[in-house]
């Protein structure tokens, strides 16, 4: 049986049209391998994952396991400045008189871990905490931290039900990073008592040392998500 002249048409069309709609819902990110990597290898053998990005308020936000919050200004890498500087950390968390000590060791530790870790991943080739040390010819990107929520957190209580996270210090953080009056990467993470020891024995912890974990845990998950974006770290996805 022969087919008209119309029908021939609409079949030899036909399988062009659904390759043209798949090549398009492969565009659009029906691919994944047009999607970007969201898990990366570190200098020292870890995986890390930075999670999944998607487009938002002009740049990018990653579902980041580790971060509440986390976006990047659209073309932003950490990339092409001569220094990044670490104002001195900003608090509005509210906090008992017996935690005025706790808290501002945390303000003091924040930016000392900054440094610490971010030295050698190599993102910046400068580093400064102090506003003097500045060079006014020097590209400068600027990180500005706030502590929003604080709890020293309390050994009787640890010794009880540390272990679902009673008694454990509170730490959360808000940054926000600019190029001049740009906003380029801004996040918010939370830290609670999360290593092994703070939660199976914070009842023999002091505070302030479990604090200084969760600290540097803070620390170390944003400078390795600084460190994926800016190239340092081989994608593995």
């Known amino acids: 049986m022969k087919l ?14 659904a390759a043209v709609a798949l090549a398009g819902c492969a565009s659009s990110g029906g691919s994944s391998s047009a999607a970007s990597p969201n898990k990366f290898k570190a200098g020292d ?17 990653y579902k980041n396991p580790h971060m509440e919050k986390c976006w990047v200004a659209e073309g932003f890498t950490f990339n092409g400045y001569d220094t990044l500087y670490i104002l001195p950390t900003l608090s509005t968390a509210k906090y008992q008189k017996d935690e005025e000590r706790p808290h501002e060791l945390a303000r003091e530790n924040l930016p000392k871990e900054l440094v610490s870790m971010l030295t050698p991943k190599g993102i910046f080739p400068n580093l ?29 209580a640890r010794f009880w039900v540390g272990v679902y996270g009673g008694g454990q210090p509170v730490l959360r953080v808000q940054g926000r990073m600019t190029d001049g009056d740009k906003a380029v990467f801004t996040f918010e993470a939370r830290r609670s008592g999360i290593s092994a020891g703070a939660r199976m024995g914070g009842a023999y912890m002091k505070d302030e040392d479990i604090q200084i974990e969760d600290i540097r845990s803070l620390v170390l998950d944003l400078t390795d998500f ?8 081989a994608a593995r996805n």
């Open 45 to 61: 053998g870890r995986t890390i994952d930075i999670g999944k990005a998607t487009p938002s308020s002009g740049g990018t936000h």
């Open 128 to 156: 400064v905490t102090k506003e003097a040390d500045l060079k006014p010819d020097a590209r400068t990107l600027k990180l500005e931290n706030t502590i929003v929520e604080y709890s020293k957190g309390g050994g009787a």
């Open 4 to 17: 008209s002249p119309l029908l021939s048409l609409c079949s030899a069309i036909t399988p062009v049209m």
């Open 226 to 233: 600084m460190a994926a974006i800016a190239g340092k770290y």
